[in-house]
């Protein structure tokens, strides 16, 4: 039963009987019967906040009445957002009827409920229906399924107030024939190891749940054939690694988290005794703690097809964390939902609320770490480095790993670095404006394939100025790079990745270290081999964001007029603003960002190279519609057969513009020298002032690939 309880009485809500609230049982799906109960008793800090906005939520949706409009428009178009709106809406409202026993909210749901079971037996296709995935209420098949995951939950807390006659109506007419429209009706969706079949599972299966069909249930569950090939227990299979790492990278590893955790709680409140939450290892649990982890200062890392505005305080990763804590109890969860600044309405959050408002929030450590890629982690791994908090400290991320599936890029062994709460060396994430429909309709942009997937839009090796695997999915889906080698010690945490089915005939070797001496800001070491029996023209490129302060680049040239770099693969963006040759060693460039400088010192070993030069870019170059941000970078470029580029990236100084000062502008760099020993190679940093550092490389005596580093330190 409801926790409230009052006179019984009859009423007639869009023309049907109600029966006796008194009648109201606990609903049954995520929210229970227990969440009700603590969220009654519930006030103060965060959870009294987040009980407001609930309410605010759906007092502002009633006020406007029920607008049930008929679908028309693409996504972030006003029939597309009412839509969403309106789910969002139902499940406040039927949240609401259940904490205070209001019957307007009830009836709200009631009435909403009543104009979809009139309209959604008549639809067809929706008319900006997607090719592939097309819906009916909205443009694709993905939106429809999480309407459905909301909606369904609004009518499981409402529904034990209802007669037969309008339960009859609304499954009938409304949530079956969605449910059976999401999987008979598209089984290459449903039955998809994908986000768009894990959003389909979870709502058909709470269907199930919500209206006792055992059928949905086992579907939802194991496919449907039911053969177990696909389904829920697949999808926990094959998308996450044994680390929790979801394939396509943070961004859809948050969307994917809601469906994941929502069903999961809604088998555990059905049927206990399967301990979803056991499943291989705890997987779920683990997926919730990656999540968390890969991110900085809020934000999730752009990995893959990714809109890089998607933090720690989106609503997926809410629910997420009082999931997690109401099976953990881990307080470190408690400096998330500080971060985030509301909490989920369920038993969870209100016991993360009361710990934060008594002040026992303890710190969420992050750790150095690979995740590992692909279901049994042997497809390289995302690999972060860090150094002091994840809010202003030092983080270095390798990526290692396989291709995303079709949102992922063409970017093996690629790079990022954090420092002072900033995208230091960055990544174009994806080139969409989500749900600005005035922007490509908010699908994404022609830019997404022409350039954000492309592999010189990110920090890795191009060969010859073609894409990783010539830019074909099917061939990049089996290639995935290795995780060879990973250290982590008071000095310095290492990584190395490798790849040599990018190209044919080249083998990419890649040595990321982020060294963290006492009394010395972190700094990174990179050495990048390229083997191959074949000259090429090899461009590595570093994304970065600054203002440029300096250089020590020699015979510079200026076009006349800005001219785009190449013809095809990312090329055709890149804007030529001046070039220059390197020298073999220590040409160097800093920039300011914020109010610290970044310092690049660079150079190259190899015995049968020649015009290397490194070039300024901006992006900008065919882009009539000015979709691309006018990011910049440098290319470093080599023609060569065997080669190792090699840099050092340092954070360092002070500029304060307010008080108009300046501290240690200049790089501490003060050569970089690069040598073959009997075992390996070294890399030398003379840093002036400092310490001298070596990075000592080994290498397997039959083919020279490095395949362990470590770091030592020479005191000057």
Not at 264 to 273: D, K, L, R
Request: avoid cysteine; aromatic fraction near 10%.
């Amino acid at each position: 039963m409801s926790i409230y309880s009052f006179l019984a009485k009859s009423m007639s809500v869009a023309g049907f009987l109600l029966v006796s609230l008194a009648s109201v049982a606990a609903p049954s799906l995520v929210i229970s019967g227990n969440d009700v109960s603590e969220l009654s008793q519930a006030s103060g800090g965060l959870i009294e906040a987040s009980l407001s906005a609930n309410k605010l939520v759906a007092d502002e949706a009633m006020a406007k009445g029920v607008i049930v409009p008929q679908p028309k428009d693409a996504g972030g178009g006003y029939t597309h957002e009412q839509h969403k709106r309106n789910y969002k809406a139902m499940y406040a409202a039927a949240l609401q009827f259940q904490l205070d026993g209001d019957e307007k909210y009830r009836d709200f749901v009631v009435d909403m409920l009543d104009a979809y079971a009139d309209m959604y037996p008549s639809l067809g296709l929706h008319p900006e229906k997607k090719e592939q995935t097309p819906g009916k209420l909205f443009w694709q098949s993905l939106n429809e399924a999480v309407w459905l995951v909301y909606t369904v939950q609004a009518y499981d807390m409402i529904s034990d107030t209802l007669t037969d006659k309008v339960n009859n109506k609304f499954k009938e007419n409304l949530l079956f024939p969605v449910a059976d429209y999401l999987s008979k009706g598209q089984p290459q969706t449903f039955d998809k190891i994908h986000n768009h079949g894990t959003w389909a599972v979870a709502a058909v299966g709470m269907v199930g749940y919500a209206t006792g069909r055992e059928d949905y249930v086992e579907q939802a569950l194991k496919g449907l054939d039911l053969s177990g090939e696909s389904g829920f227990y697949k999808q926990l299979d094959e998308l996450f690694s044994p680390d929790g790492y979801y394939t396509e990278g943070p961004y859809y590893q948050r969307y994917a988290l809601m469906p994941f955790v929502w069903f999961a709680q809604a088998i555990q409140t059905n049927q206990p005794g399967k301990a979803i939450f056991e499943y291989r290892d705890g997987i779920l649990l683990k997926a919730i703690y990656t999540t968390i982890e890969l991110s900085y200062n809020g934000l999730f890392l752009p990995i893959n097809d990714a809109i890089k505005d998607k933090g720690i305080k989106t609503e997926e990763l809410v629910q997420a964390l009082a999931i997690a804590y109401g099976i953990t109890g881990d307080e470190s969860l408690t400096d998330i939902a500080r971060q985030q600044g509301r909490v989920s309405l369920s038993a969870g959050g209100v016991a993360l609320s009361k710990l934060i408002e008594d002040g026992a929030v303890k710190p969420y450590e992050y750790p150095s770490k690979v995740y590992r890629d692909g279901a049994d982690g042997n497809q390289g791994g995302l690999t972060l480095l860090r150094a002091g908090d994840n809010e202003n400290g030092t983080l270095l991320v390798a990526k290692n790993t396989s291709q995303g599936m079709g949102h992922g890029h063409y970017d093996r062994l690629s790079w990022q670095f954090y420092d002072n709460g900033e995208e230091v060396v960055s990544d174009y994430g994806a080139a969409r404006y989500l749900n600005v429909e005035a922007k490509y309709g908010g699908h994404y942009l022609p830019e997404n394939n022409s350039w954000a997937k492309q592999t010189v839009a990110h920090n890795t090796l191009v060969v010859d100025k073609t894409s990783q695997f010539d830019g074909e999915l099917s061939v990049a889906d089996i290639n995935p790079a290795e995780q060879v080698y990973f250290l982590k010690n008071d000095l310095s945490d290492i990584s190395i990745g490798r790849i040599n089915s990018a190209y044919d005939d080249v083998e990419l070797t890649r040595v990321l270290a982020l060294v963290k001496p006492e009394g010395v800001d972190p700094f990174v070491i990179d050495v990048f081999q390229v083997k191959s029996e074949d000259k090429h023209e090899y461009d590595l490129p570093l994304h970065f964001n600054g203002q440029v302060i300096d250089h020590n680049l020699k015979k510079q040239k200026v076009p006349s007029s800005w001219k785009a770099m190449g013809k095809a693969d990312g090329y055709q963006h890149m804007l030529l603003r001046t070039s220059a040759k390197n020298a073999k060693t220590d040409n160097r460039l800093t920039w300011l960002l914020a109010d610290r400088f970044y310092s690049y010192t660079y150079g190259h070993y190899s015995e049968n190279s020649k015009n290397s030069e490194t070039l300024f870019f901006q992006l900008g170059a065919n882009d009539p519609n000015q979709n691309l941000r006018r990011d910049q970078g440098v290319l470093r470029r080599l023609e060569a057969r065997d080669a190792v580029f090699f840099s050092v990236l340092e954070p360092h100084g002070e500029y304060n513009g307010t008080a108009e000062y300046v501290k240690d502008a200049y790089s501490r760099v003060r050569s970089l020298e690069y040598k073959v020993t009997e075992s390996g190679a070294e890399l030398v940093v003379d840093m002036a002032k400092v310490e001298t550092f070596s990075l000592t490389l080994s290498t397997e005596e039959s083919s020279s690939r490095i395949v362990k580093a470590s770091v030592n330190i020479e005191n000057n």
